[in-house]
């Protein structure tokens, strides 16, 4: 038999069965997920600011903080050198020959001061919205606007071509293990960082330097992007200077097989 209430002939109301739409769904499930996000959230923070937490410093800051570590360590193994050095040369048994020639050697490994009259260059990067000056070149691109490794080692490179009795780039004297290098567009010179602008010194015959800079076919590809596209680029005398003495390690560092 048929039920009354189900049939359409009786005149009684249908029966409407309740359905969830997906959008009521929907939204549920964003608002649990947007609970779980913030119980997560206050469960690592512990009530401290996650943002500046020590334990998400940036990189960049971790890199900081090694450079400035290491320019200490620089400057006490300088004092500790010294120091060795007055105590040796109260009566270390050597002539009078054999210190000259020692200190000789100290002079051309660069741990020692060398003074004379110096010649400095700076280089810069562009300015971030600079254009072609000059017609017939193409716009830039973000690459030519900055200064890079092989800029930085042009300039020494003349500079030893040119004579010079030593050579400091920034704070620091250069030996003949020191490597130029960048990364991106900070220089890294013997476990320190920098930043542009950069400075290089350099100890000889200025008339000799400045020619040398000139006469370099590197230096001179640069220049084209200091007059079209505005590096900087700045060559000045110093007058008479002292350089300091190289205070880091001398020791080599090379990579060995792991055993």
Not at 117 to 143: F, H, M, R
Not at 162 to 188: E, F, H, P, W, Y
Request: proline content about 6%; aromatic content about 6%.
């Amino acid at each position: 038999m048929s039920n009354s209430a189900d049939s359409p002939g009786t005149g009684a109301s249908p029966v409407r069965t309740r359905r969830f739409r997906p959008v009521r769904i929907l939204t549920v499930a964003v608002f649990a997920l947007a609970g779980l996000i913030f119980f997560t959230s206050f469960n690592t923070a512990k009530g401290t600011n996650i943002r500046t937490d020590t334990s998400l410093l940036k990189l960049s800051d971790l890199i900081q903080e090694r450079s400035r570590k290491n320019k200490e360590l620089d400057e006490s193994n300088a004092a500790l050198r010294g120091d060795v050095e007055s105590l040796a040369e109260s009566d270390d048994g050597r002539t009078k020959a054999q210190d000259e020639k020692l200190t000789g050697l100290e002079k051309s490994a660069g741990t020692q001061a060398v003074k004379g009259k110096a010649v400095s260059v700076t280089l810069n990067d562009a300015p971030p919205n600079a254009t072609a000056k000059l017609p017939g070149y193409p716009e830039p691109q973000p690459d030519y606007l900055v200064i890079h490794q092989q800029d930085l080692q042009a300039v020494v490179n003349a500079l030893w071509n040119g004579g010079a009795r030593g050579i400091k780039v920034m704070d620091q004297r250069l030996i003949s293990t020191s490597a130029v290098r960048c990364v991106g567009n900070t220089l890294i010179l013997q476990g320190r960082v920098y930043s542009p602008p950069y400075k290089i010194t350099a100890v000889g015959d200025p008339d000799r330097l400045q020619k040398a800079l000139a006469d370099s076919p590197a230096i001179q590809n640069y220049m084209v992007y200091v007059n079209v596209y505005g590096l900087g680029w700045k060559v000045t005398e110093d007058g008479t200077v002292t350089l300091p003495g190289y205070s880091g390690t001398v020791d080599l560092h090379y990579a060995k097989p792991v055993k």
